[in-house]
């Protein structure tokens, strides 16, 4: 089965150009095609985006079903990522991940994991994260993410974990997940992709994890005046061929 995933950071759906407009970011994800979608940065009735439920209302206007996580609630205001598909789903987990209490002042994290089915009855796992920008935090974050959540006796193959990360290739917590699960850009034919920022993108922070029994087919990253100017980020799409099926709940 082929399928499209997209992992995008939408800046609370304010632009470069300080425009806040969730349905031109309903437009990006709509003209990318995705069968998967993780989002980060959202805001859920909060005051200085008009009290919108950006996760519903993106995806009402895509027409999919979402899950969101709250990394931080202020009050009854919330904020944080989500996971939206049309395609057949539940809800496996959703929840925080550490922090570096060292540094109080630092935005809170978390992670949602969804379990999507396949035509052909399978389960696929997806995890969408959003890592912090201390490196000690990423790292504990990123171990986190090995061993409680991808450690998981139900986290198995085919799996996906997506998300901006806020590391790139040659940093730890980057390591740390590529040696469990491998980075999509690295199978994938073509360049890696950088993302960020969207006007002239030089870093390569935002990621796609695929397991064993996943083939990439293709990788892009729309570059449009629309989608360039939507976000602080672009999007990042990488298309996957599901393999057949082999033993049941296998490794990743």
Not at 76 to 96: I, Q, S
Not at 129 to 142: I, M
Not at 225 to 231: G, M
Request: glycine share 6%; with cysteine.
């Amino acid at each position: 089965m082929k399928l499209r995933l997209m992992t995008w950071n939408v800046h609370r759906c304010v632009g470069v150009d300080k425009r806040l407009d969730v349905e031109r970011c309903a437009r990006v994800i709509a003209a990318a095609r995705p069968d998967i979608v993780g989002l980060q940065e959202l805001d859920v009735g909060r005051r200085r985006t008009g009290g919108v439920d950006q996760a519903h209302r993106l995806a009402e206007l895509v027409g999919m079903t979402h899950h969101f996580n709250a990394a931080m609630h202020v009050e009854e205001e919330r904020y944080g990522d989500a996971l939206l598909t049309a395609l057949p789903e539940r809800l496996v987990r959703a929840g925080p991940l550490p922090g570096y209490p060292r540094i109080r002042a630092l935005e809170p994290r978390g992670a949602v994991w969804i379990a999507v089915t396949l035509p052909d009855g399978r389960e696929m796992q997806v995890i969408n994260t959003h890592l912090g920008l201390v490196p000690q935090e990423q790292r504990k974050q990123a171990t986190a993410l090995v061993q409680d959540w991808m450690g998981d006796e139900d986290f198995v193959a085919p799996a996906v974990l997506m998300g901006d990360f806020n590391a790139t290739p040659f940093q730890a917590p980057y390591k740390l997940l590529n040696a469990v699960i491998a980075d999509a850009q690295s199978l994938g034919p073509g360049f890696p992709m950088s993302t960020y920022p969207s006007a002239f993108p030089f870093m390569r922070i935002d990621h796609v994890f695929v397991s064993r029994g996943i083939t990439v087919t293709r990788v892009e990253s729309p570059f449009d005046p629309e989608a360039r100017v939507a976000s602080d980020h672009l999007p990042l799409i990488v298309e996957i061929q599901v393999e057949a099926a082999e033993a049941a709940r296998s490794p990743l």
